[in-house]
């Protein structure tokens, strides 16, 4: 799969996560990038970065990445204890999502007004968030329950 197929997954599956249940799947830190939302530590595990490795105690990962292309190097079974049902409805939906639509499509449907306002900078989880009467209660909820969340 290639890699802005896999970036865009989790922004997607992230995004609807978050306005659905009230929390992101990860809570990564997304930068606004040309190409649209990149999952920062996510984008440095799938590159391999050895820092994330020791912090995981891991000799390697189950893939590898060359050009803009993952590649799988392990048929391991993921662990998905950590995922609600919720957590992997969406990440099936969002990439599902990120694979049917084009690589010009994919980069249209991330540059929303979240992307916009952080202006090629740190994005915002507040940002993300539709407008609804329970956004201020999930901004409330995420700046208590998540110290490292960019609200």
Not at 13 to 42: Q, S, W
Not at 123 to 149: C, F, H, W
Request: charged residues 30%; contains cysteine.
């Amino acid at each position: 799969m290639d890699l802005h197929t896999a970036l865009k997954s989790c922004y997607f599956a992230d995004r609807t996560h978050l306005n659905t249940c009230g929390r992101p799947i990860f809570g990564a830190t997304y930068r606004a990038m040309k190409f649209g939302p990149v999952p920062v530590e996510i984008y440095e595990m799938m590159k391999g970065e050895a820092l994330w490795k020791a912090e995981l105690g891991l000799e390697r990962f189950p893939w590898e990445l060359t050009g803009y292309r993952l590649r799988r190097t392990s048929n391991t079974q993921p662990d998905l204890d950590d995922l609600s049902e919720s957590d992997i409805e969406h990440l099936a939906n969002g990439f599902e999502r990120s694979r049917q639509l084009t690589f010009s499509e994919r980069t249209e449907a991330t540059h929303g007004d979240d992307w916009q306002k952080a202006n090629l900078g740190l994005m915002r989880y507040e940002d993300m968030l539709e407008e609804t009467p329970q956004k201020m209660r999930i901004v409330e909820q995420l700046s208590a329950n998540g110290r490292y969340m960019r609200l």
